[in-house]
């Protein structure tokens, strides 16, 4: 349940930083990792948040990829440690939406 629970969180984020991607930037991001670097490259979000969402997003390719292999230890470190991460880039999108509601 806690595996498909960060799955569905680091997704979310995942398809949430791809439209604000497509949204804001030139560039067209071809992985998920990619999509955060983009945000990152072009300051819509801080450098080294885009870091540690793209290391978020290559464990959501270990969680759908190689589950069967999944390191327990690895899953409580991600839910004991990037838990922040995922609620900075929460707080970075509510901000995101409220801007942009005003340039409408």
């Known amino acids: 349940m806690v595996c498909h ?53 290559g464990f959501r390719n270990i969680l759908v990829h190689e589950y069967t292999a999944l390191d327990i230890h690895r899953v409580y470190r991600v839910l004991q440690d990037d838990l922040k991460t995922m609620k900075a880039f929460m707080d970075l999108v509510k901000a995101f939406i409220k801007e942009n509601k005003k340039a409408e």
């Not at 999509?35 to 490259?41: A, E, P």
């Open 5 to 57: 629970a960060l799955l569905l969180s680091i997704q979310a984020s995942v398809d949430i930083a791809t439209g604000i991607a497509v949204m804001k930037t030139p560039r067209r991001p071809d992985t998920y990792r990619e999509t955060f670097q983009v945000l990152g490259h072009y300051r819509i979000i801080p450098e080294d948040l885009a870091k540690e969402l793209s290391r978020l997003a």
